[in-house]
């Protein structure tokens, strides 16, 4: 089974600048989650749809923050503009529907901006 | 609010040794789910193990275990027999309520970067 995939691995720009990063869940995944991790800590939970309809988006900055699941498969997260405190990991998980505890993560973005 | 403290940033064990991670917590919930995760240099987080706050019994999966000691609010990760390849950052994380039926969110703390000596 193919894990949770998400592109670019490395991405390298300057502030001001827009960036989007792709994730796709397990296949059956209802539950995509965006987190954001900061050298040094953990990750912090971004924002969480269950299918495509965003449940939890708290914590999502939302005035250069946004993201999309139109299908309830895969994700899109983008950044406009880019300021320099936003280089960190980004990480998509899923999990299989709400009763689900465990979280499977992708590899993460690593986003650097200069 | 919920809050996981890992005093340990770093720890260095020999191999085969047993090595006991740190995590404490604090939440005013009754119901709660603790987690453990693994974190390779690859970067995926890699989930180990699992404790409900209802569970009588520390969780266990293969070499990991929990020791989970409620009244002190403790839920400390240990690896038994340890392999140059569980060289890695772990994460301690909580969740409330444990399973996904609201605003839940895990809540993860700084981590332990744990090195296995040869």
């Known amino acids: 089974e193919a894990g949770v995939v998400q592109s670019p691995r490395y991405k390298i720009i300057e502030k001001k600048q827009p960036v989007a990063f792709w994730c796709n869940p397990i296949s059956g995944h209802n539950t995509l989650y965006w987190y954001r991790q900061n050298l040094g800590q953990g990750p912090e939970l971004l924002i969480r749809?269950?299918?495509?309809?965003?449940?939890?988006d708290s914590q999502l900055p939302k005035d250069r923050f946004s993201a999309e699941r139109l299908k309830g498969v895969d994700s899109t997260l983008k950044i406009q503009p880019a300021e320099l405190g936003d280089s960190a990991v980004y990480l998509c998980?899923?999990?299989?529907?709400?009763?689900?505890?465990?979280?499977?993560f992708g590899p993460g973005t690593r986003l650097t901006v200069t | 609010a919920q809050k996981i403290t890992q005093t340990q940033p770093g720890m260095f064990v020999q191999e085969k040794e047993a090595v006991t991670l740190d995590c404490t917590y604090d939440t005013s919930d009754q119901s709660y789910g603790l987690f453990w995760y693994k974190q390779p240099s690859s970067g995926e987080m890699i989930f180990l193990i699992y404790?409900?706050?209802?569970?009588?019994q520390n969780a266990t999966e293969g070499r990991y275990s929990l020791n989970f000691q409620k009244a002190r609010k403790s839920a400390n990760l240990v690896i038994s027999a340890s392999q140059l390849g569980d060289s890695a950052m772990y994460f301690c994380?909580?969740?409330?309520?444990?399973?996904?039926?609201?605003?839940?969110?895990?809540?993860f703390g700084t981590g332990t970067r744990l090195t296995i000596i040869p």
């Open positions: 998980a899923s999990s299989f529907l709400r009763s689900s505890y465990e979280q499977y």
């Open positions: 749809y269950e299918n495509e309809e965003a449940v939890d």
């Open positions: 994380a909580m969740r409330v309520p444990p399973f996904a039926f609201g605003n839940e969110k895990l809540t």
């Open positions: 404790q409900g706050s209802y569970d009588e």
